[in-house]
């Protein structure tokens, strides 16, 4: 499974991941719940406080938030035009915010501990019928297919801009539905490999 964590030795890497999700999901909410610039720039760069203090640096911030620069420009100049400049910094910098904070609970906890507590967790709702290790293993494969396709797709478009077929839509998606139905293929193996009973 494709993990994003960086090693570490900051408090940050050593706390668990049930307290980093919980704070993550709390902090979230009342993001979501402010209305005031001054606080949500203030969270911005209290999360960017706690990228030092985990031994990580504002370029590895602004990784997280590179792939969504087309929506962040989005967003702003549709902000802007519908409220003005103000509104449309709230919500830019909330979003930022969020996707930072989100991103230091993935960079600072191995991808396997977050299921684990996850799956943990869940447990408290199997009188209800929800099956812990199902939603263990859905996430797990979430969190390997959907970067994976992302590059396959990445990987296909430069392939074809090479042939000067970076715009034929069936040259792009034919390789791209290919190679995704080899992985999952693969994956399928993997699984059947493990033993895993859908029916457990």
């Given amino acids: 499974m ?5 090693p570490g030795t900051s408090p940050l890497h050593s706390l668990s991941p049930g307290p980093k999700i919980l704070v993550m999901m709390a902090a979230g909410t ?7 610039l001054p606080l ?7 999360t960017l406080a706690l ?3 985990a031994g990580l640096t504002l370029g590895d911030a ?8 087309p929506i962040f420009v989005i967003f702003l100049a549709l902000q802007y035009w519908l409220s003005g400049p103000v509104l449309a910094a709230f919500v830019v910098l909330r979003l930022a915010a969020l996707i930072l904070l989100a991103s230091l609970v993935t960079l ?4 396997s501990d977050m299921i684990d507590t996850i799956t943990r967790a869940l447990a408290l709702l199997r009188p209800l019928g929800v ?11 979430a969190l390997r297919f ?3 396709l992302g590059q396959i797709t990445t990987d296909v478009r430069e392939a074809q801009k090479t042939r000067g077929l970076e715009r034929s839509v069936i040259a792009t998606a034919l390789p791209v539905a290919i190679r995704t139905l080899k992985m999952a293929d693969d994956i399928a193996d993997a699984i059947e490999a493990r033993g895993y009973d859908p029916r457990a």
Avoid: M
């Fill in 2 to 6: 494709l993990d994003l964590y960086r």
């Fill in 62 to 69: 602004l990784v997280q938030l590179r792939p969504l620069a």
């Fill in 30 to 36: 009342a993001l979501f719940l402010v209305e005031s």
């Fill in 146 to 148: 959907i970067p994976v």
């Fill in 131 to 141: 099956n812990p290790a199902k939603v263990g293993l859905a996430i797990s494969l």
């Fill in 51 to 53: 990228y030092r203090l």
């Fill in 40 to 46: 949500v720039l203030g969270a911005l760069l209290l």
């Fill in 108 to 111: 600072t906890t191995r991808a």
